[in-house]
């Protein structure tokens, strides 16, 4: 699992993909996340606007990523 450490109160998940380097561009971002690719907290997430917090994971290709 690879940690990702945010210094505000939440992240978009938009956001984060870009922070893990997961993708490039918000564009790639959108795509995936529509496309039902993305999982936070062990269920698929269709809105890149979802606001994650400390303690939430995200998982994408057999990757984890948590935010502390």
Known sequence: MNNIK???DFIKL???LKLANIVSSGGIAKELIQNGEIKVNGEVEIKRGKKLRPG???EYEGQKFFIE
Do not use: K, P, R
Request: proline share 0%; hydrophobic share 45%; net charge negative.
């Open 6 to 8: 945010i210094t505000t």
């Open 14 to 16: 938009e956001q984060l």
């Open 56 to 58: 939430d994971f995200i």
